[in-house]
């Protein structure tokens, strides 16, 4: 017992220390920075209160320390070192993945190699859980205080199961309190108001010291049982941030084909505490579910389980699934989802817009059909965001706009589907007597999208038709744009998916006075026949782009971006409400 209180004495003396002299060290390189070339970033400070933790614990007199420990005391020192590296100089993630893996490498070799005849599943194993553990840490700081609640809860998990196996030994179960001191400690600091704890030199070392640990604390035979029980590490974000989008992006219906149909919005509430509550909750039903099976436990235990996953069950319902109706921004005005301006438009007022700009005649306007890739793209590309900025009118072409407004509580009325822009444009085009030049697509696609569309809207004036496969900046693409330029259409689609087509609307408005460019994308594939539209189930489930990439899988690696913009989203939710303050959202 007095091993116990001198260990938590120690890495809470340590943690201090080391926290005041990471203060001064970081402030030195603040100073330093604004005198010298390199720019200041946000640093972070848990990775120092991690360390002057560990680094007190293993000062413990008496406390007999593996060589397995040291290692693993070694091998989070580096995280922390790596971690502060990203924090501080914002390191691209190709850099810092790669050495994360090696110090992966080196835990297992330390871990299995040095003491254990060498097994391939135990190799793969060791391998693997700190890579799934680091991932889901990174995860779970989506919901910011998420990733030390886990560290709690896995090491009272770890303290629960521990006893049940007779070769953990006496030292891991040391190093787990101090696992637990470490994380309850950034969790205070973090929720009064020492946001700067949170960053990848704290979240990377403490997904490694969770996944050692529950490794150090297992006999390699009952590794896969052990590595069963702190899944939940890996379950529980998952599985709350997918119920989170299910719910709030089925609830909200958006696809209307009448946007006006949709008159109500829901906002959705976020309650920090309940979130909070309930993975405390998850995390004692599984525990007591696990501790059930391992002791055969009698009937009554499992009548309370039951109760207890009725409990966790409703307390999810009340956490997650409440909403509230909220009025719409007004028609017309512009919103921003993470930054981007997009306009609150409906189909109707988008094409009266361009009417207007097509008949004054005196503006080049730019319309811009954007999707969460769109908005993404923004986010990591200056240039593409100045041109989201200055463009006259951004449409929301995406369901995922549409539902990240929905959940951001500032609803947008509807979708703005290109495909149909293009159309209704085409039908006003032949009442009022403008032309269109079509300008991409692969040869011959755009002909034929045009012949569907002369087919539908008889009378429609075609300015021109070029294919869109052209190097940027090539002769080609000076000879088309300079031809766009002496044929002065009223109206130019301009279909080579996103950024190109917005580039190029760029340079025709240096050529053009007047006239509207609306880059739309995938548009005239649509219209030639060539890809078919996704199902109207789909499309009434928000799900045509699951159907776009199984019918075009070399859009795969750009979709990676949807998940990358879902977590943004999640991400400025969670921001909205302050720790200190539980208002709704
Ligand atoms: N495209 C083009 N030139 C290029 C690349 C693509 O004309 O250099 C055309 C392509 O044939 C397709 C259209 O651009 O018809 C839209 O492509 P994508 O579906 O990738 O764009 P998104 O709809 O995602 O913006």
């Known amino acids: 017992m007095h091993m116990i209180l001198s260990t938590l004495l120690l890495s809470l003396l340590g943690m201090g220390i080391v926290y005041g002299i990471g ?48 290692a693993m005391a070694a091998v989070l020192a580096c995280f922390v070192i790596l971690g502060l590296i990203r924090d501080l100089w914002k390191t691209p993630w190709s850099v810092i993945l790669p050495y994360q893996f090696l110090l992966i490498i080196v835990g297992a070799y330390f871990d299995i190699v040095v003491s254990y005849p060498v097994r391939w599943v135990e190799i793969l194993l060791t391998l693997a859980w700190p890579i799934i553990i680091l991932g889901c ?46 994380s309850a400690v950034l969790l205070c600091l973090f929720v009064y108001g020492q946001r700067n704890v949170l960053g990848n030199s704290c979240l990377m070392p403490l997904g490694y010291l ?22 939940m590490v890996v379950i529980y974000p998952f599985a709350s941030i997918c119920f989170i989008i299910m719910f709030s992006y089925l609830g909200n219906e958006l696809y209307q084909t009448d946007p006006s149909a949709r ?11 309940r979130v909070i509550v309930f993975t405390g909750m998850i995390f004692l039903t599984l525990n007591f579910g696990g501790l059930l099976l391992i002791q055969h436990a009698s009937w009554p235990a499992y009548i309370s389980l039951i109760i207890l996953i009725s409990a966790m069950f409703a307390s999810f319902f009340r956490t997650f699934a409440s909403r509230d109706v909220v009025s719409r921004p007004p028609l017309g005005s512009r ?18 817009r361009i009417s207007e700009a097509v008949d004054s005649g005196d503006v080049f306007f730019h319309v811009i059909t954007a999707d969460s890739l769109a908005v993404m793209r923004a986010l990591h590309d200056k240039g593409f ?20 407004a929905d959940f ?35 040869p011959g696609r755009a002909d034929q999208a045009v012949a569907v569309l002369k087919e539908r809207y008889p009378g429609l004036i075609v300015a021109g038709i070029h294919h869109g496969f052209f190097a940027e900046g090539s ?23 996103v950024p190109r087509q917005e580039l190029i609307i760029c340079r025709l408005r240096g050529l053009l006075r007047s006239g509207i460019a609306i880059g739309v994308g995938g548009s005239l594939d649509v219209i030639s026949g060539a890809l078919p539209r996704a199902p109207v189930l789909m499309q009434r489930f928000a799900c045509e782009w699951l159907f776009r990439l199984w019918k075009e899988p070399r859009r795969f690696r750009r979709m990676l971006a949807i998940p990358e913009f879902v977590l943004a989203v999640l991400r400025a939710k969670w921001r909205e409400v302050a720790p200190k303050n539980n208002r709704q959202l």
Request: aromatic residues 6%; proline residues 6%.
């Open 210 to 231: 969770i996944a050692g640990i529950s490794m150090l604390g297992n006999s390699k035979s009952l590794l896969m049982f052990g590595l069963l029980i702190p899944s």
């Open 263 to 273: 008159q109500s919005h829901y906002r959705w509430i976020l309650h920090r505490d």
């Open 408 to 442: 951001l509580g500032i609803p947008l009325p509807g979708r703005v589907p290109g495909v149909a822009l293009v159309n209704d444009l085409c039908c006003r085009a032949v009442e009022r007597g403008w032309n269109i030049f079509f300008l991409g697509a692969a």
């Open 335 to 352: 919103i921003r989802i993470l930054g981007v301006a997009i306009d609150a438009i409906t189909p109707v007022v988008a094409l009266d």
């Open 475 to 497: 002769e080609l693409e000076d000879l088309v744009l300079k031809k766009i330029a002496e044929l002065q259409p009223r109206i130019i689609l301009v279909a080579m998916g």
């Open 23 to 70: 203060k001064i060290l970081i402030r030195r390189y603040v100073r330093n920075s604004l005198t010298g070339r390199r720019q200041y970033r946000s640093p972070s400070l848990g990775g120092f209160i991690l360390l002057g933790g560990i680094a007190g614990a293993l000062l413990t007199p008496g406390l007999y320390v593996s060589s397995k420990i040291m």
């Open 385 to 404: 965001a100045g041109i989201m900025e200055r463009a006259n009118m951004t449409v929301p072409d995406g369901a995922g706009l549409v539902w990240s």
């Open 137 to 182: 840490i990174k995860l779970a700081s989506v919901i910011e205080e998420m990733p030390f609640l886990l560290g709690i809860e896995s090491g009272l998990t770890f303290l629960l199961f521990f006893p049940n196996q007779a070769s953990t030994p006496p030292e891991v179960v040391i190093c787990t309190i101090t696992m637990i001191t470490i």
